[in-house]
């Protein structure tokens, strides 16, 4: 076997859906997974990217992909064990959609002291609490199957199969993650057919299978991916994305007739703060692809997408570096701080920027002020406690040695920081009474 493909997780690939409610994200991945086509052969070549994206990144129109740099992957199994986590199962359907208003509301754990009727704030903090417990399922997940990889020098699919559904029922025992979430991804996995033919339902017992493992969910915030991607990188697993590009207005028409339909806002508000995958903003999103949601998929399309998949299989994420215990975490009191520092910074300035602006169009009196800086400096407090509590996804603050890379990854925090910022005024001054 090729030297690449000796570290256990390289036989594993993390896939990552992204796109708006009604994009065609679930449709696509039953297309993907009952494709005659999982055998294909990738045409050697350049990969043709979409115009907005690096030249790492592949789309639907593209006529090749580059698979020349080493040996196909999935051609390694003869038919790669495929594993779907649909998000919309795990996740009580009457929870809040994860939107830049309702899932970013709660703000210290102090907040979440009520009784929970009708409060945005606790059903947001439960939300969140379901990814969290979704993404530690998938964790342990990875960890026993790459632990069977390093034990066996290949698996069957039926030995993959055997090791997911052992890990969920010593889940279910162990009670340490949310029994709901398990026993919904459990179920899932048990209806699923691993990508062979549903008429030969008989898993496979000979030949060496590498998994993929798509994750269905709209990921619209780079964070929410990026969360993912730390995943691959620990346990040395491919990483791909596949995001669905769509109009608002398909999107929201699809969702009419969809039998549990999104919320209209929620779409809008998601369409408006999509962070779309850019290889430029984030090296680490290199295999994305792009997926034109308005056509029909053709066969042709379904081979450019697994092709992507081949490529990110083929280079697996960077590891860690080991670093001491004590270091780690004084380098993450560091990055704390520094993020608090700059998003401190950010938000004085609007603060300066909101009373400035208050003061030149409405002529407010001293004690109108007075108030106005009271509230803008306890939303301030506010969003300063859910970085700090971790409760508040931020994109990340880098230091590298391109300075423009630097500042572009800067404005996106500090752009970040005041849109949120004026979003949670705007709220506040629609629950005051006038």
Same mark, same amino acid.
């Given at each position: 076997?090729?030297?690449?493909?000796?570290?256990?997780?390289?036989?594993?690939?993390?896939?990552?859906?992204?796109?708006?409610?009604?994009?065609?994200?679930?449709?696509?991945?039953?297309?993907?997974?009952?494709?005659?086509?999982?055998?294909?052969?990738?045409?050697?070549?350049?990969?043709? &990217?979409?115009?907005?994206?690096?030249?790492?990144?592949?789309?639907?129109?593209?006529?090749?992909?580059?698979?020349?740099?080493?040996?196909?992957?999935?051609?390694?199994?003869?038919?790669?064990?495929?594993?779907?986590?649909?998000?919309?199962?795990?996740?009580?359907?009457?929870?809040?959609?994860?939107? #830049?208003?309702?899932?970013?509301?709660?703000?210290?754990?102090? &907040?979440?002291?009520?009784?929970?009727?009708?409060?945005?704030?606790?059903?947001?903090?439960?939300?969140?609490?379901?990814?969290?417990?979704?993404?530690?399922?998938?964790?342990?997940?990875?960890?026993?199957?790459?632990?069977?990889?390093?034990?066996?020098?290949?698996?069957?699919?039926?030995?993959?199969?055997?090791?997911?559904?052992?890990?969920?029922?010593?889940?279910?025992?162990?009670?340490? $993650?949310?029994?709901?979430?398990?026993?919904? $991804? #459990?179920?899932?996995?048990?209806?699923?057919?691993?990508?062979?033919?549903?008429?030969?339902?008989?898993?496979?017992?000979?030949?060496?299978?590498?998994?993929?493992?798509?994750?269905?969910?709209?990921?619209?915030?780079?964070?929410?991916?990026?969360?993912?991607?730390?995943?691959?990188?620990?346990?040395?697993?491919?990483?791909?994305?596949?995001?669905?590009?769509?109009?608002?207005?398909?999107?929201?028409?699809?969702?009419?007739?969809?039998?549990?339909?999104?919320?209209?806002?929620? $779409?809008?508000?998601?369409?408006?703060?999509?962070?779309?995958?850019?290889?430029?903003?984030?090296?680490?999103?290199?295999?994305?692809?792009?997926?034109?949601?308005?056509?029909?998929?053709?066969?042709?399309?379904?081979?450019?997408?697994?092709?992507?998949?081949?490529?990110?299989?083929?280079?697996?994420?960077?590891?860690?570096?080991? $670093?001491?215990?004590?270091?780690?975490?004084?380098?993450?009191?560091?990055?704390?701080? &520094?993020?608090?520092?700059?998003?401190?910074?950010?938000? #004085?300035?609007?603060?300066?920027?909101?009373?400035?602006?208050?003061?030149?169009?409405?002529?407010?009196?001293?004690?109108?002020?007075?108030?106005?800086?009271?509230?803008?400096?306890?939303?301030?407090?506010?969003?300063?406690?859910?970085?700090?509590?971790?409760?508040?996804?931020?994109?990340?603050?880098?230091?590298?040695?391109?300075?423009?890379?630097?500042?572009?990854?800067?404005?996106?925090?500090?752009?970040?920081?005041?849109?949120?910022?004026?979003?949670?005024?705007?709220?506040? #001054?629609?629950?005051?009474?006038?």
């Amino acid at each position: 076997m090729d030297d690449k493909y000796q570290h256990p997780g390289c036989c594993i690939c993390l896939v990552v859906m992204c796109g708006l409610p009604g994009a065609g994200k679930t449709t696509l991945t039953k297309k993907l997974i009952s494709c005659n086509s999982l055998n294909f052969k990738c045409t050697s070549g350049s990969a043709t &990217s979409s115009s907005d994206t690096s030249t790492s990144t592949c789309d639907t129109s593209a006529s090749t992909c580059d698979t020349s740099t080493s040996t196909s992957a999935l051609m390694m199994a003869k038919t790669p064990s495929i594993l779907l986590v649909q998000f919309d199962d795990i996740i009580p359907r009457e929870l809040p959609v994860n939107d #830049r208003v309702a899932a970013r509301q709660d703000t210290d754990d102090r &907040s979440d002291k009520g009784d929970g009727i009708g409060n945005n704030k606790a059903s947001s903090t439960i939300w969140k609490q379901y990814r969290k417990d979704t993404h530690s399922v998938i964790e342990r997940l990875l960890n026993r199957v790459t632990q069977s990889y390093k034990n066996s020098e290949c698996l069957t699919q039926k030995s993959l199969h055997d090791n997911v559904i052992s890990t969920l029922e010593t889940l279910c025992e162990e009670n340490a $993650i949310n029994g709901t979430v398990v026993e919904a $991804i #459990r179920n899932a996995i048990m209806k699923q057919t691993w990508g062979s033919d549903p008429e030969e339902m008989d898993l496979k017992q000979e030949g060496c299978e590498c998994l993929v493992l798509i994750l269905d969910d709209n990921m619209f915030y780079r964070s929410m991916r990026f969360e993912y991607y730390q995943l691959a990188r620990k346990y040395g697993t491919g990483f791909a994305q596949i995001y669905l590009q769509c109009p608002v207005s398909i999107a929201m028409a699809r969702n009419e007739s969809r039998e549990y339909p999104v919320a209209m806002d929620t $779409i809008i508000n998601m369409a408006s703060n999509m962070e779309v995958p850019d290889p430029v903003k984030a090296p680490w999103e290199e295999y994305t692809s792009v997926v034109n949601a308005e056509k029909q998929w053709s066969e042709d399309d379904l081979k450019r997408i697994w092709c992507v998949v081949d490529q990110a299989l083929a280079k697996p994420a960077p590891p860690y570096q080991e $670093i001491d215990t004590k270091e780690q975490e004084e380098s993450r009191k560091a990055s704390l701080a &520094s993020v608090l520092h700059q998003a401190d910074v950010t938000l #004085r300035k609007s603060v300066a920027e909101m009373i400035k602006t208050n003061k030149s169009q409405n002529q407010p009196s001293k004690l109108e002020l007075q108030q106005l800086a009271r509230t803008l400096n306890g939303l301030r407090t506010e969003i300063l406690n859910e970085i700090r509590h971790n409760q508040l996804d931020v994109p990340p603050i880098l230091t590298c040695e391109d300075q423009e890379t630097q500042q572009t990854q800067n404005k996106n925090f500090q752009d970040f920081i005041r849109e949120h910022f004026r979003i949670r005024y705007t709220d506040v #001054r629609k629950e005051t009474p006038r």
